[in-house]
């Protein structure tokens, strides 16, 4: 049986989100249906409609950052029941694979090659429009009131919390904490310099005030995002246009750090900044995570005599999180008032509004859109 949604649908990339009624199918074996509340706006999403995405698929309905309740559960679903409350997971944790039974990493590969066609494990999309199939995206299409997926890319999630403000915890607020607490493991006392200070950035600096870094430097070209990012516990700013055109933020940064940070995070998706972010952190010791998402054809590049001199250059996706185990628990910080999520989603939007919640990310006056159904 099929049922009619409302969604944003990016039918070619470069240009803005449609809103139509689709139609979704329901659940399959392993599969749950979802009905979204609210979704935010990651900048993820604009990347990949912007057709920089070497795995940009279209038509497709985007969305990845949501929150809602199971409607109903197809065969086999073992761990959720309707009324439920969850947080949907591009990347899933099945507790079985050999990824997660390695312990090492939180990429979960069950599901990982299907979700990257834009489909469902099963090799076939829920969504359709005038008959024919719709992607999905990143495993979650939020950016539809109801969307299918599989029970394992699901985070069971206390119910009492505000969907339009843990909706943020399903990408920017647990990449961000969860890049400093899980990947790089900030310790306390430690110099950070966080690259890019939005909605990731942001909370990368949240996460290193969190465990008690004594020095936060955020670089950003915005100066609006000064006053946001001391709030949540920058002690220094640079913009690297402060610096004039030829201008050596690495050799700045250097030396404001006495020597480089011991910590680097790239929140931007720029290969010149990682490369930057790389060659400003310690000497001997400093370690650089790659958190931006870089367009089709790029690629990062550095003397490998700063790997000799030994910095680390790593990445971090999901903020090392496994989904079905961290997200509850991060939910629960901000429940208890441990993490600040309410001032940073600066703007709220019915779905209809959704492209001028792209258009406020571009001219960088939002932190998070958030569009609630
Ligand atoms: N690895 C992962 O798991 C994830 C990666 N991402 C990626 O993280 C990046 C950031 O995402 P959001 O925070 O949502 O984006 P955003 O658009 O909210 O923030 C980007 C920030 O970078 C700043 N910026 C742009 N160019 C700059 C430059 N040359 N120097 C310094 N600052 C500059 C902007 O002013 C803005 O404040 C994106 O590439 C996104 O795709 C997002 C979520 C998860
Ligand atoms: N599809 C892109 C890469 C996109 C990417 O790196 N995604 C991140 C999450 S970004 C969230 O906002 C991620 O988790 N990647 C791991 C994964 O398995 O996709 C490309 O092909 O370059
Ligand atoms: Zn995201
Ligand atoms: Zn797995």
Not at 100 to 113: E, P, V
Not at 161 to 173: L, Q, R
Not at 223 to 239: H, K, L, S, W, Y
Request: contains cysteine.
């Amino acid at each position: 049986m099929s049922m009619d949604v409302r969604a944003a649908v990016a039918f070619e990339a470069g240009k803005p989100l449609e809103i139509e009624t689709v139609q979704l199918e329901g659940p399959r074996e392993g599969e749950v249906l979802v009905e979204i509340k609210a979704t935010g706006l990651c900048h993820t999403d604009k990347y990949t409609l912007s057709g920089a995405d070497p795995e940009g698929l279209f038509p497709a309905i985007l969305g990845h950052e949501g929150a809602g309740i199971v409607v109903e559960v197809g065969p086999g679903v073992r761990h959720l029941k309707p009324g439920d409350h969850v947080i949907p997971l591009y990347t899933p944790e099945c507790r079985e694979c050999k990824s997660c039974l390695s312990r090492k990493t939180n990429l979960c590969t069950a599901i990982r090659s299907t979700q990257g066609k834009g489909l469902m494990p099963d090799g076939t999309s829920r969504f359709s429009f005038k008959g024919q199939p719709i992607h999905h995206y990143m495993g979650c299409s939020t950016f539809a009131n109801y969307t299918v997926l599989p029970e394992i890319a699901l985070a069971k999630i206390r119910e009492d919390a505000p969907f339009d403000k843990v909706c943020y915890i399903g990408c920017g607020v647990t990449t961000g904490l969860g890049a400093v607490l899980f990947t790089a493991k900030v310790e306390a006392g430690s110099t950070v310099a966080v690259f890019g200070l939005g909605g990731i950035g942001l909370n990368v600096i949240q996460g290193a005030k969190m465990v008690g870094a004594d020095r936060i430097i955020g670089i950003d070209i915005n100066p609006e995002r000064e006053a946001i990012a001391r709030q949540f516990g920058m002690t220094d700013f640079v913009n690297p246009k402060d610096l004039g055109p030829n201008g050596d933020l690495v050799g700045y940064l250097i030396e404001l750090t006495d020597g480089g940070a011991d910590y680097t995070f790239e929140c931007v998706g720029n290969p010149t900044l990682m490369r930057q972010a790389l060659e400003c952190a310690h000497r001997g010791w400093g370690v650089s995570t790659i958190i931006g998402v870089a367009g089709a054809g790029q690629e990062i590049s550095t003397r490998p005599f700063q790997l000799v001199t030994g910095r680390r250059w790593i990445g971090s996706a999901f903020g090392g999180a496994r989904g079905r185990t961290d997200v509850p628990k991060i939910v629960d910080w901000y429940m208890d008032h441990k993490i600040n999520i309410d001032d940073l989603i600066t703007h709220k939007l019915p779905l209809e509004k959704i492209n001028e919640g792209f258009d406020m990310m571009t001219r960088g006056e939002s932190i998070r859109t958030v569009v609630e159904y």
